[in-house]
C-alpha cells in the first residue's frame, strides 16, 4: 500500500492520467480509506485544473512532507470547528 507522501508525490501524473493501471489503482485503493489524500487529490485538482503548471519532478521529500503536514492540519482544524 502507497504512503501519504507516495501518494502526494504521484497526483499531478494520476490526475493527468500519466500512471499505469496499477499505480491508477494504488492511488484510488490508498484514497479509498486515507481521508486527507482524497481531501488533497480533490484541492489538487480544483487548485491545479485552472491550468496552472506543476512540476513532480522538482518536490523533493521536504516538500511532500510540508503539504501532507499542511492537509493534515485543515483537516484537523475543520473537523474541531465542525464539532463545536
Given at each position: 500500500?502507497?504512503?501519504?507522501?507516495?501518494?502526494?508525490k504521484?497526483?499531478?501524473?494520476?490526475?493527468?492520467?500519466?500512471?499505469?493501471?496499477?499505480?491508477?489503482?494504488?492511488?484510488?485503493?490508498?484514497?479509498?480509506?486515507?481521508?486527507k489524500?482524497?481531501?488533497?487529490?480533490?484541492?489538487?485538482?480544483?487548485?491545479?485544473?485552472?491550468?496552472?503548471?506543476?512540476?513532480?519532478?522538482?518536490?523533493?521529500?521536504?516538500?511532500?512532507?510540508?503539504?501532507?503536514?499542511?492537509?493534515?492540519?485543515?483537516?484537523?482544524?475543520?473537523?474541531?470547528?465542525?464539532?463545536?
Open positions: 500500500m502507497l504512503s501519504c507522501k507516495e501518494v502526494v504521484k497526483t499531478s501524473d494520476y490526475i493527468d492520467g500519466n500512471l499505469t493501471t496499477k499505480e491508477r489503482f494504488e492511488i484510488w485503493l490508498h484514497a479509498l480509506w486515507c481521508y489524500c482524497r481531501r488533497f487529490i480533490k484541492y489538487f485538482r480544483s487548485v491545479f485544473s485552472r491550468e496552472m503548471i506543476f512540476d513532480t519532478e522538482m518536490l523533493d521529500e521536504a516538500s511532500a512532507d510540508k503539504i501532507v503536514e499542511k492537509v493534515t492540519s485543515e483537516s484537523s482544524a475543520s473537523q474541531a470547528q465542525k464539532k463545536q
